[in-house]
């Protein structure tokens, strides 16, 4: 399955193009996972060398196969921006082959378990930009719209509580603070869960009863 989704510029930056990972990403991905900020709040098995960047991108690879992985990358589409802004090009043209300014991604899904859990991290080079509240914004109506039907009702979002930056790209992407969880292996603090609900079906409106009178003697 590949999917391609969308999120529109702003004022101060371009629309994103979310894709899934490739093989050619490869040493984006190890730039960004050598960064301190991400490697400080990262849980799992650090990627440092190429062998771990392949190896995590069959392991992506593998969770779209399955259907309990979809991971993202995230890059910045500038065609598209141009597009919108009036200028000639297509929607998917160079940003295609942009490099990755980050990731995001759907986990621990299984249809009819209820709920699954969303994660995200930005190049240093992009941050400021809006891109991680943006594609979590994206990932999320794309996975509610297509799970939703087979019971997906909410999804949840975990961070380090003393990671601020997340706490924010959290609220602005609409997943509200639940609670805060103890500090258990793999996490080495405590952390902050945000949810968000599945939207609430809106019900058709019924079409108008036409009325009729008596009949014309």
Same mark, same amino acid.
């Given at each position: ?83 919108? /802004?009036?200028?000639? @090009?297509? #929607?998917?043209? $160079?940003?295609?082959? !942009?490099?990755?300014?980050? +990731?995001? %991604? *759907?986990?621990?899904? /299984?249809?009819?378990? @209820?709920? #699954?859990?969303? $994660?995200?991290?930005? !190049?240093?080079?992009?941050? +400021?930009? %809006? *891109?991680?509240?943006? /594609?979590?914004?994206?990932?999320? #109506? ?5 799970? !939703? ?10 961070? /380090? ?11 602005? !992407? ?44």
């Amino acid at each position: 399955m590949t999917v391609v989704l969308h999120a529109a510029a702003t004022a101060a930056a371009p629309a994103l193009l979310l894709r899934p990972w490739r093989e050619e990403d490869l040493p984006d991905l190890l730039e960004i996972h050598r960064d301190p900020l991400v490697r400080r709040w990262q849980i799992g098995p650090p990627l440092l060398t190429r062998d771990d960047a392949a190896r995590w991108l069959r392991e992506q690879r593998r969770g779209w196969e399955t259907g309990e992985r979809f991971s993202f990358a995230v890059t910045e589409s500038m065609t598209e921006s141009m597009t919108e /802004a009036g200028a000639p @090009g297509g #929607a998917d043209g $160079g940003a295609d082959a !942009a490099r990755p300014v980050g +990731g995001v %991604g *759907v986990k621990e899904y /299984a249809p009819g378990r @209820g709920f #699954a859990e969303v $994660g995200y991290l930005t !190049a240093p080079r992009a941050r +400021g930009r %809006g *891109v991680a509240p943006r /594609a979590l914004e994206a990932v999320t #109506a794309w996975a509610f719209e297509v799970f !939703a039907a087979d019971g997906l009702e909410r999804l949840e979002l975990f961070h /380090a509580v003393p990671n601020t930056a997340s706490c924010r790209v959290a609220e602005k !992407a609409g997943y509200r603070f639940e609670r805060v969880l103890p500090a258990v292996p793999p996490y080495p603090t405590e952390g902050h869960l945000h949810v968000r609900p599945a939207p609430v079906p809106v019900p058709p409106v019924p079409a108008p009863v036409p009325v009729t009178g008596p009949p014309v003697p």
